[in-house]
């Protein structure tokens, strides 16, 4: 018998499909992969063309001695090219009958993670992810300062299928001058729960995955990564803080080493298991009006891109999944490391 | 400068994205594709297999006269082999700690739309095209009966990056014990809107889409097919009935003729202007327990998938849209049909 489950969190229904679940082996990829080489030179992202891209926001220099613009770096955050909204104009909203609209201000950044064209991750030392997540931080805190900006999304694309034609490896911000209704809503959900409970539903479905270890993937000291109950998709992971953090602005220097070492651990696992999927990762974050607060808890969501969305999804809202998140979990813990 | 657009209906806030928008032209398919067989002896679905199905649900027979299980159809309703949900059992719920599930029962249907294998709505006749709509209609007045069902969606997927890997041309209906929650919170904003104004959302933002005139596609006698204000991907596109019906289930024998005709120019309209895009579209329709109502309308929403969606679309709900609304509609309206 099938069986639907509710998300706590997002209060969204999934159906566990298990009349056509798949074994966990069947969602690795076939394809064989050429490797990229480690320098490519019609890439703007790869060293030797900074003057090529839109203005540096920030960088890690490669040595502790840093240096001007030419010198080697580690990470760099550009503006976006092509950017979805403008960095400058004013934040006006504009009702005409059925047409509200706003201007596109917002900010919309590019995290060039590696100077290496080929990096992956997974593959990278624990101490370059810390750099990425550092860099992270830095750009949020620098953003939450402008005063048109409502929320904040972090995320990267690996991969065609997750969206991304660009090989080299980055991370993209997007803030935005408007709260999204699917984060809001989140939040409504939240301090609802928290009216019921007088607990933050976050921290209390990370105590209940602890307690019941099945859907576990990666505890380290301050993160826990896990299948959440009712996952939308095959191998959907979370990452939470342990400690309760409303905004991933503070992440502090202890804990930024710490998730290094478990979303490396997890991203080794999906490119060790699964053989180098497609892949989104996003970090979900408190809005800005809002930045402390006893009810919201930060989290990074990872999404292999391992099956496809379809008409029913489109139109119900509601995922069909056709991985048992316990197996799932199971298989993930299993992968061997080298 | 780039657009923040909402749709008043969903709530959703999607970017126009202005500065990395590209041209209708740029979202042509370039993919050679190879013709299909009309018949294809490994496929479940062409005539000859009727009793390698599962069980028949309805079929409209190719010739009035009818006739035994052998003869040939039009069209033919089996239940899905590898079915989401299972018929039979109770809905009952179970709540244990933060986990929330439900038997999966509900029902899962296939719809064979055409006995040859390679058959496309695009260029099936308006009268084939209304045997499937018909039978849509047939199917959602037998499964609404079902005590157990709380909502039904109806949809298709057109090739493999719409989510099937079957060619033979098929829809689906599957029919869930709960609303889900995407489904309820838009009643619950065209309730509200009600509420606030006294009209249907949807009658509204159709009778200003009929005058602004700019975003539509096809006109016919009962239905408005149209690229809403907020399109959430180039080219989705809406089919909205002229007429105020909450439940597909209202539509009539005229309005099923002239929905058919509608639903085939937008089709072929994909069809030659983006040279066979994988699609998806969905009948998104009132859940079961209000089918009349002042402030809902059906109608049919349609994505053909010429663009990907990323991890800035999983993290925050917002899309990122690179074709003008405006400009999308134009170049269908233009597109030639033979």
């Given at each position: 018998?099938?069986?639907?489950?509710?998300?706590?969190?997002?209060?969204?229904?999934?159906?566990?499909?298990?009349?056509?679940a798949?074994?966990?082996?069947?969602?690795?990829?076939?394809?064989?992969?050429?490797?990229?080489?480690?320098?490519?030179?019609?890439?703007?992202f790869?060293?030797?063309?900074?003057?090529?891209?839109?203005?540096?926001?920030?960088r890690i220099?490669?040595?502790?001695?840093?240096?001007?613009?030419?010198?080697?770096?580690?990470?760099?955050?550009?503006?976006?090219?092509?950017?979805?909204?403008?960095?400058?104009?004013?934040?006006?909203?504009n009702?005409?009958?059925?047409?509200?609209?706003?201007?596109?201000?917002?900010?919309?950044?590019?995290?060039?993670?590696?100077?290496?064209?080929?990096?992956?991750?997974?593959?990278?030392?624990?101490?370059?992810v810390?750099?990425?997540?550092?860099?992270?931080?830095?750009?949020?805190?620098?953003?939450?300062?402008?005063?048109?900006?409502e929320?904040?999304?972090?995320?990267?694309?690996h991969?065609?299928?997750?969206?991304?034609?660009?090989?080299?490896?980055?991370?993209?911000?997007?803030?935005?001058?408007?709260?999204?209704?699917?984060?809001?809503?989140?939040?409504?959900?939240?301090?609802?729960?928290f009216?019921?409970?007088?607990?933050?539903?976050f921290?209390?479905?990370?105590?209940?995955?602890?307690?019941?270890?099945?859907r576990l993937?990666?505890?380290?000291?301050?993160?826990v990564?896990?299948?959440?109950?009712?996952?939308?998709?095959?191998?959907?992971?979370?990452?939470?803080?342990?400690?309760?953090?409303?905004?991933?602005?503070?992440?502090?220097?202890?804990?930024?080493t710490?998730?290094?070492?478990?979303?490396?651990?997890?991203?080794?696992?999906?490119?060790?298991?699964?053989?180098?999927?497609?892949f989104?990762?996003?970090?979900?974050?408190?809005?800005?009006?809002?930045?402390?607060?006893?009810?919201?808890?930060?989290?990074i969501?990872?999404?292999?891109?391992?099956?496809?969305?379809?008409?029913?999804?489109l139109?119900?809202?509601?995922?069909?999944?056709?991985?048992?998140?316990?197996?799932?979990?199971?298989?993930?813990?299993?992968?061997?490391?080298?």
């Open positions: 018998m099938p069986e639907l489950r509710q998300n706590l969190i997002s209060r969204d229904w999934v159906i566990i499909a298990t009349e056509r798949k074994r966990p082996e069947e969602f690795v990829k076939r394809k064989e992969q050429k490797p990229l080489p480690e320098y490519n030179d019609t890439c703007p790869c060293p030797g063309k900074e003057d090529k891209t839109p203005p540096e926001t920030f220099p490669a040595s502790p001695a840093g240096g001007g613009d030419k010198k080697p770096w580690q990470v760099r955050v550009v503006y976006n090219k092509f950017a979805a909204l403008a960095c400058a104009g004013e934040k006006t909203r009702i005409n009958g059925i047409c509200r609209s706003m201007n596109g201000v917002g900010i919309h950044e590019v995290i060039i993670e590696h100077p290496k064209h080929n990096a992956l991750t997974a593959l990278m030392t624990e101490s370059e810390a750099n990425i997540i550092r860099t992270y931080k830095n750009r949020y805190l620098a953003v939450q300062q402008d005063k048109r900006i929320s904040i999304t972090i995320f990267k694309n991969g065609a299928s997750a969206g991304t034609s660009l090989e080299h490896p980055h991370s993209q911000l997007i803030a935005t001058p408007i709260v999204p209704p699917q984060v809001r809503q989140r939040v409504t959900e939240a301090v609802n729960y009216d019921d409970t007088g607990r933050c539903v921290c209390h479905t990370l105590q209940e995955e602890l307690k019941a270890k099945e993937v990666v505890e380290t000291e301050n993160f990564a896990f299948i959440p109950y009712a996952a939308l998709s095959p191998f959907h992971t979370w990452i939470f803080p342990r400690r309760h953090m409303a905004s991933f602005a503070q992440i502090n220097e202890a804990e930024i710490d998730l290094a070492g478990n979303l490396k651990n997890v991203l080794s696992r999906f490119y060790y298991g699964l053989n180098n999927p497609d989104n990762y996003t970090v979900r974050s408190i809005p800005l009006d809002n930045r402390e607060s006893d009810y919201f808890h930060w989290y969501s990872l999404i292999p891109r391992v099956s496809q969305t379809a008409g029913f999804e139109g119900s809202g509601m995922f069909i999944n056709v991985a048992l998140p316990e197996e799932s979990a199971g298989f993930l813990r299993k992968v061997k490391l080298p």
